[in-house]
């Protein structure tokens, strides 16, 4: 009779063990939906920015504007007749806090 028991306990791990650990096993299933909602995250991302660079060759092709703004902005141009200002942010130093009779 313990053979039987034995022999039954170990045909129900035999069965288990492509479950869990096989080829198409539970393991390898959850694995392979983590890499899918990664991926899927990933094209999510990278199709906000192909909307973005069409609505971009959009406005190159149909307009003006947007190539002025390009000029402007990548290549520091200014149309005739206008001045460039640009304004830096002030840096705080130790020495621009310190007192001037402290500063020699």
Do not use: C
Request: aromatic share 6%; hydrophobic share 40%.
């Amino acid at each position: 009779m313990r053979i039987v028991i034995y022999s039954m306990v170990l045909l129900l791990i035999a069965i288990q063990y492509p479950l869990w650990l096989g080829k198409g096993g539970w393991l390898k299933v959850y694995e392979m939906e983590r890499q899918l909602q990664l991926q899927q995250a990933k094209n999510s991302l990278l199709s906000l920015r192909n909307t973005k660079l069409s609505g971009d060759v959009k406005d190159l092709k149909e307009g003006t504007r947007a190539i002025e703004e390009r000029a402007r902005v990548e290549h520091g141009m200014i149309k005739e007749g206008e001045f460039f200002v640009q304004i830096l942010p002030a840096k705080k130093t130790s020495e621009s806090t310190a007192k001037p009779s402290e500063v020699q």
